[in-house]
């Protein structure tokens, strides 16, 4: 009866994050089956050191499972990064008073973006991914990956402004 509690508590803290963990490994390694793998090895992870788990942040706590998981990956299999065959789409906003060049267009601009956002270094990419697209506080993101605070500050500045000249050149226009 004792086993029960737990493993509800673990469920109900981490499972909401499991879109969260899987977005960011998706981004990291830039396959969706390395993500999948990725993202079970760090629930199976998650569960089995859930003990050890202060309570205070769940997500960030299971988002540094997942980037720590996705490092080790890319370190060991020392393989040149793939870039993305475009599988993900992004979500366009869709509505009925956008005219079929501004869609065009409007995936032409996601699809730079995309680009750009891969060709970033792994460090600048996932606190990019982290505070973008996860919504994670710097706070958050530091205590995920294991940095200081000011770091987690300079990579993002570095990264956006790495991602307005790319886009930049790519489109010749700015993101701002």
């Not at 086993?3 to 879109?19: G, M, R, V, W, Y």
């Not at 990725?38 to 199976?44: E, G, N, Q």
């Not at 606190?127 to 987690?152: N, P, Q």
Request: aromatic share 6%; proline share 3%; with cysteine.
């Amino acid at each position: 009866m004792s086993q029960a509690k737990p493993t509800l508590d673990f469920e109900s803290a981490i499972f909401p994050h499991l879109n969260a963990a899987y977005n960011l490994a998706r981004w990291l390694l830039r396959s969706d089956q390395d993500a999948q793998d990725v993202v079970h090895d760090s629930f199976l992870r998650a569960h089995r050191y859930f003990a050890s788990f202060d309570g205070t942040d769940a997500r960030a706590w299971l988002l540094g499972i997942v980037r720590n998981t996705c490092i080790t990956r890319l370190r060991s299999s020392k393989r040149e990064e793939r870039s993305v065959d475009g599988e993900e789409s992004l979500q366009s906003p869709g509505s009925a008073e956008h005219s079929p060049e501004r869609l065009v267009l409007l995936e032409e601009n996601l699809q730079v973006l995309r680009g750009c956002i891969d060709a970033l270094p792994v460090e600048y990419r996932e606190v990019v991914i982290l505070r973008e697209l996860e919504e994670l506080s710097y706070k958050e993101i530091a205590t995920a990956i294991g940095i200081a605070l000011g770091t987690v500050m300079s990579r993002l500045n570095r990264a956006r402004a790495r991602l307005e000249n790319c886009v930049t050149q790519k489109t010749g226009m700015a993101l701002r």
